[in-house]
């Protein structure tokens, strides 16, 4: 099973300029610096998507009062171990 993949892109020059220097920085290549920067990109895109989600159904009326019997239960449960 291949684990990579080649692709060709256009890039502006200062910007594979800052790229190459990052890389030599950091003793590291082209593709590692990129590959890098795409992960934490790809991290931020869904902590935004969970956030916005999270924002979403913090506002959701039935969404809290689901959370809210199960915290009852949660309760009821930790009561029945204490006994």
């Known amino acids: 099973m291949k684990t990579t993949t ?4 256009t890039i502006s020059p ?14 590291r290549t ?4 990129l590959e890098e920067a795409v992960r934490n990109y790809k991290r931020e895109m869904t902590r935004a998507y969970l956030r916005k989600g999270f924002e979403r159904i913090a506002n959701d009326s039935n969404i809290i009062e689901m959370a809210e019997w199960g915290m009852q239960d949660y309760a009821k449960m930790l009561d029945s171990f204490d006994a």
């Open 14 to 27: 200062e910007l594979i300029q800052w790229i190459d220097s990052v890389a030599k920085a950091g003793k």
């Open 30 to 33: 082209r593709r590692a610096v």
């Open 6 to 9: 080649t692709f060709t892109s």
